[in-house]
């Protein structure tokens, strides 16, 4: 079984940036890809950003991209999104997911952590 817990969230100004870490224990993550997801008060969850278990690929909804980046330290079984030039609309609460790619293909949620960005 795999553990997931989110940290970094909070209240921040438009404009400013956040660093939401995932922090997995339990197993090892080699062979997971892992990301994030999102979903704000009444809207559907929806996905933010995934990096390969190997770190070398990664992926983002086409209007984060410039804004949103995720990375992981495998030593470290984390895997962090660097989020900046918050708008209001970045409101939700943010979680973290790890999905295994190879057999026995196993999915993981954390619990999320609140981000809220004040105008």
């Known amino acids: 079984q795999l553990q997931l817990v989110e940290s970094g969230g909070g209240l921040v100004q438009v404009g400013g940036s956040l660093r939401l870490s995932c922090t997995a224990s339990?197993?090892?993550?080699?062979?997971?890809?892992m990301g994030w997801f999102r979903q704000a008060p009444g809207k559907e969850r929806e996905f933010v950003s995934a990096i390969s278990w190997s770190g070398t690929r990664t992926g983002a909804r086409d209007s984060l991209k410039d804004r949103f980046i995720v990375s992981r330290e495998n030593t470290k079984n984390m895997v962090y999104l660097q989020m900046d030039s918050l708008k209001p609309e970045d409101t939700a609460v943010y979680s973290c997911y790890a999905k295994r790619v190879i057999p026995p293909l196993r999915e993981y949620w954390g619990q999320g952590t609140q981000v809220t960005v004040s105008s």
């Open positions: 339990g197993r090892t993550v080699t062979g997971y890809t």
